[in-house]
C-alpha cells in the first residue's frame, strides 16, 4: 500500500475513520464469540464453558501463524501477536472463568509480565513462590491455568514437571510455550499449564516423562529412543533418591504425539524393566521465530 499524502486533517480524518472500521470488527468478532459460547451452551455450567471447551491452544498458535504470514509493513510480530492475544483472551474471559497461577519466585516481575501477556491485562494472576505450587493450584482448580519457568537441566530433589498430569488423565500437563514469538530477546521463556489436551498444529513438541529403575546412560537412550523412531533432545533430570542416576528424564520429542502412539509402546518394550513408565505429559505448537535485524555500525 503506498504512502498516504494530504494535509494533516485528512490524514487525521483517515485515522478516525479506520479507527471506527477497527472497532466495528472488534465488536463484530465479540458477537461471533458469544455465538461460540451459546453452541457450546449444553456444556456450560454455572461459570461458563468448561476451560477445557473454551481454549484451544493449537487453534490459537495457527491464528498468530496465518497471521504472521500474511503480515506486512513496520508493526511488529510481537506487536501483531500481542494485539491479538488481548482479544483472544477477552473473549476466553468472557466463556469461561478461569484463575491464572504464576510462577514469581525468580525474576518475579518478568514472569508476571509474560503471564500478562499471554492472559491478558485484565487477568485475574496469583502468584506463588514455586513451581510446584502452582502444579498443585492446577490439579485443585479444574479452571485454572499456570506459568511455570522451564525446568532446570539438572535438578536437586522431586521435580514439579513428574507431577504433571499424564494425557488422557485429569489434571494439569502443558499446553503452551512462552513467549509465542521468539527472537533471542532476554524474556524468560515458561510453559503454561492446564487441563487441556494437546493437539496437532503441523509444528509441535511433545513432552515425555521417563523413570528410569536401572542405570542406562544417555547414549543407551538415544539409541532406544532412535530405534522407536523418536526424536528427542534432552529437557531435564531430576532425582527422588540419593542416587548417582536421575530417577526421572524429561525429554521434548520432535512433533505431535497421541498417548497411544505405537512408538511409545515400542520404546517401552525394547527398553524392558530399565523404564518404569512412559508418560506424555503436554506439548506445545513451537514459537514462532523471528530473525532479529542486525543494526549498522
Request: proline letters at 6%; a negative charge; charged letters at 25%.
Amino acid at each position: 500500500m503506498g504512502q498516504k499524502t494530504g494535509t494533516l486533517e485528512d490524514l487525521r480524518a483517515e485515522i478516525d475513520h479506520i479507527d471506527d472500521a477497527l472497532q466495528d470488527l472488534l465488536i463484530r468478532r465479540a458477537a461471533v464469540t458469544r455465538a461460540i459460547a451459546k453452541v457450546k451452551q449444553p456444556e456450560a455450567g454455572p461459570d461458563g464453558v468448561p476451560l477445557a471447551a473454551a481454549l484451544r491452544p493449537a487453534r490459537e498458535a495457527l491464528i498468530f501463524r496465518r497471521l504472521l504470514a500474511r503480515h506486512q509493513g513496520e508493526l511488529s510480530p510481537q506487536l501483531i501477536v500481542g494485539i491479538w492475544r488481548e482479544i483472544i483472551a477477552s473473549s476466553l474471559r468472557a466463556q469461561a472463568n478461569f484463575q491464572a497461577h504464576v510462577y514469581a519466585g525468580e525474576c518475579e516481575t518478568a514472569y508476571v509480565g509474560v503471564a500478562r501477556a499471554y492472559f491478558g491485562s485484565a487477568a485475574p494472576l496469583r502468584t506463588h513462590s514455586k513451581a510446584s505450587l502452582v502444579v498443585h493450584a492446577c490439579a485443585e482448580e479444574m479452571n485454572a491455568l499456570g506459568v511455570v519457568p522451564l525446568p532446570e537441566p539438572e535438578e536437586p530433589g522431586a521435580s514439579w514437571w513428574a507431577q504433571l498430569a499424564p494425557a488422557g488423565e485429569n489434571g494439569p500437563r502443558v499446553i503452551a510455550k512462552l513467549p509465542i514469538v521468539a527472537n533471542g530477546d532476554v524474556a524468560p521463556a515458561a510453559y503454561v499449564i492446564g487441563t487441556i489436551e494437546q493437539e496437532p498444529t503441523g509444528d509441535d513438541t511433545t513432552l515425555l516423562l521417563l523413570e528410569i529403575t536401572a542405570g542406562m546412560s544417555r547414549t543407551r537412550l538415544q539409541s532406544l529412543l532412535r530405534e522407536a523412531g523418536l526424536v528427542a533432545r534432552f529437557a531435564a533430570a531430576g532425582r527422588t533418591s540419593e542416587k548417582s542416576v536421575p530417577d526421572e528424564i524429561l525429554l521434548e520429542l520432535k512433533g505431535f504425539l497421541g498417548k497411544d502412539d505405537r512408538r511409545l509402546a515400542a520404546l517401552a518394550e525394547a527398553a524392558g524393566e530399565a523404564i518404569a513408565r512412559v508418560a506424555l505429559i503436554g506439548g506445545f505448537a513451537n514459537p514462532i521465530m523471528v530473525r532479529v535485524a542486525k543494526e549498522s555500525k
